[in-house]
């Protein structure tokens, strides 16, 4: 829809859910691995790694596309979403 010669764009409830669940997904998967290190070595092992990197790449850009939709990756809702796909609640 275009309003005084500017587009209007309207994102779905259901588009909304989708971008948190799927940053929520990553983000829990990257703090599962940071868990998992039992020292700082490990925890460097892991940031050699290339799956780490790449989920770890998802989750920020997720994490970028809640912030432009104004959704803080702090909220109550993403924050509950990660701890659903957590293994470690």
Sequence with gaps: MITNNKPEFKISYNTMMNIIGAYADVKAFCLDREKECANEEEYWDLED???YNYYRG???MAESLLRVCGISPESNIVQNKIKEYSQYK
């Design 49 to 51: 790694s290339p799956n």
């Design 58 to 60: 998802k989750a920020e």
